[in-house]
């Protein structure tokens, strides 16, 4: 049985950094319930950064130590949010009372002592909501507002940021690729929508891993000269978060960063696809500036193609400007 007051509960999820942003809020909720208790979040290295800004989160675990290290962890629950057959039974063996997997995983079954029934496929709960139902073995009540859920965790900003932006301008990242992860909304709106903005209220700045540069390459071709400036490549997710906390907005379709900007609370303007379940109702940001764009209609036709969504492309570069506008009046407003 677990404790009354748990001293120690780990969190795992080995994917993404969107999906791990997404999971924070559960380091929160455990806080709320129980302020005492110390909290380990299980990552990959390259989402450590993320894991480490979270206020609610104590301590982070890389994936391969949590498997390899033979040393007793003195925990009372696991909560394992990604299935990793590896963990589950790593943390078997360790000395942890509580350990929460899914049904819908056969080695939960063999490794875990807790499991909560839990379909991702068709649920129409946003990824956030769906995280927090694995907390049913801790809590009587698992039902929570996307703004409950953003409000739950939050992202440390650092005093020692180098960046020191104008406050007479609006900096705005675009951060338009995903890795593969998302549809996107293509060079030619984001070209667009650079021409839309002018430059005398607008500072933009084009971001990405040095390995986008090709693909974005004409995208800085067409756009030279403009209020626009070149950081491809130019930061660690470290000081990338840094970046999008001295910033004012960023834009981008469903991908880590935006997730960032949108619990730091900065605007955070999602272009998503209509497909289901990559939608916006799975996996749009949480945060009190969030917002997305997404054509309300059915997208069945781009569902099994790995090209851009035409749905998606269809978005105006208009509508996304006007909403960038009333972003930096409502800044203006507030100086």
């Known amino acids: 049985m677990l404790a009354l007051q748990p001293k120690h509960i780990i969190i795992s999820r080995t994917d993404s950094i969107g999906d791990v942003i997404l999971t924070l809020p559960l380091a929160g909720l455990i806080k709320q319930q129980f302020p005492n208790c110390s909290i380990s979040f299980i990552g990959q290295p390259y989402t450590q950064a993320v894991i480490e800004r979270c206020q ?3 301590h982070f675990i890389s994936k391969a130590d949590f498997i390899t290290s033979h040393t007793t962890t003195k925990a009372d629950a696991i909560i394992h949010v990604f299935p990793d057959a590896a963990i589950a039974k790593a943390a078997k063996g360790k000395d942890i009372t509580l350990r929460i997997g899914t049904t819908n995983r056969w080695f939960h079954w063999l490794y875990c002592n807790r ?35 953003a409000d739950a965790a939050t992202l440390r900003t650092e005093t020692s940021s180098a960046f020191s932006l104008d406050h007479s301008k609006y900096h705005l990242i675009l951060h338009p690729t995903s890795k593969g992860s998302a549809r996107e909304w293509g060079n030619e709106n984001f070209e667009n929508l650079v ?51 001295a910033a004012d907005g960023l834009i981008a379709n469903s991908t880590g960063p935006l997730h960032i900007a949108a619990l730091s609370n900065k605007d955070a303007f ?19 500036y969030s917002q997305v764009f997404v054509l309300d209609k059915s997208c069945e036709s781009c569902r099994h193609s790995q090209e851009a969504c035409a749905c998606m492309l269809a978005i105006q570069p208009m509508a996304v400007a006007e909403a960038i506008k009333q972003a930096r009046q409502r800044k203006l407003n507030k100086l």
């Open 56 to 58: 609610q989160v104590d």
């Open 115 to 149: 499991l909560v029934r839990l379909s991702r496929r068709h649920s129409p709960l946003h990824e956030a909501q769906l995280n927090a139902k694995l907390l049913q073995p801790l809590f009587l009540e698992t039902n929570y507002s996307l703004e409950q859920l």
């Open 195 to 245: 021409r839309l903005l002018p430059k005398e209220n607008f500072t933009l700045y084009l971001c990405g891993l040095e390995s986008d540069r090709t693909k974005l390459a004409p995208l800085l071709e067409k756009c030279d000269g403009e209020h626009f400036i070149d950081c491809i490549g130019k930061f660690n997710l470290s000081t990338y978060i840094d970046f999008i906390q």
């Open 270 to 288: 999602g272009i998503y696809p209509p497909i289901k379940p990559m939608h916006p109702g799975r996996w749009s940001p949480i945060g009190k």
